[in-house]
């Protein structure tokens, strides 16, 4: 069966310092993977995502993502933690569904 | 603006009393889908649609119901809401990779926090 886990309820991490949120998934195939982010009262917004190629993927404000076939991971990064970085964040998967995670929800601490 | 909409953004009804959650996308995409969002479960897609006239379950279809009569348009529909329908739901769009592969990145609307008494 396809599933996505996102091992962390919360990730605190103090403002300046990078941060990384994890996601692993197993999927058949060559699925298409996401991160997706959640302010306050809003809808999910794409950050990025990883179809083919390099395994380092560049997203919306400032995030990246690296891809790791072997680990089946796919965890987001930004080497420098803003305090409105704090939100809800979640990984999706693309294979014959579409799978997200629980979500990771981000605290940054000035 | 390229958006998805969803009305009403907040409502507050009673259990049996069918009501309706409208959603609009102006992208002009085929792939169309529900999900709802409860406190420690995530997201969790109800139903889908790729394309007019084509619905399909998703992971949590019942009590459920859904149409796609125009491709921009995608209402959900409760017959007989519940308590435990209570939840924050969102309407999403997206492209198609092509037949059978899935989904592009998809667009949500801003969410309408459903309360069933």
């Known amino acids: 069966a396809q599933s996505v886990a996102q091992p962390e309820d919360q990730v605190n991490v103090a403002e300046g310092n990078p941060l990384t949120v994890k996601c692993t998934y197993s999927v058949s195939g060559n699925p298409y993977l996401f991160w997706y982010v959640q302010y306050p009262n809003r809808g999910l917004q794409f950050l990025l995502k990883?179809?083919?190629?390099?395994?380092l993927v560049k997203g919306s404000y400032g995030f990246e993502a690296e891809f790791n076939k072997s680990q089946t991971s796919f965890h987001l990064k930004k080497p420098s933690a803003l305090v409105s970085d704090s939100a809800l964040y979640f990984c999706a998967v693309n294979g014959d569904k579409i799978i997200f995670g629980k979500g990771t929800r981000l605290h940054i601490l000035p | 603006e390229a958006q998805v909409t969803q009305n009403p953004r907040y409502l507050i009804t009673v259990t049996g009393k069918k009501l309706t959650v409208t959603c609009s996308q102006n992208?002009?995409?085929?792939?169309m889908s529900w999900y709802r969002q409860d406190p420690g479960l995530g997201l969790r897609q109800i139903y889908y649609s790729m394309n007019v006239e084509v619905t399909d379950k998703g992971d949590v279809p019942e009590g459920y119901k859904v149409s796609r009569k125009e491709k921009r348009n995608f209402p959900l529909i409760l017959e007989s809401p519940s308590p435990n329908q209570t939840s924050l739901y969102f309407c999403?769009?997206?492209?198609?990779?092509?037949?059978?592969?899935?989904?592009?990145?998809?667009?949500f609307g801003p969410g309408t926090r459903l309360t069933v008494t």
């Open positions: 999403a769009s997206s492209t198609l990779r092509g037949s059978g592969l899935g989904t592009y990145e998809q667009y």
């Open positions: 990883y179809i083919t190629g390099d395994n």
């Open positions: 992208m002009n995409h085929e792939y």
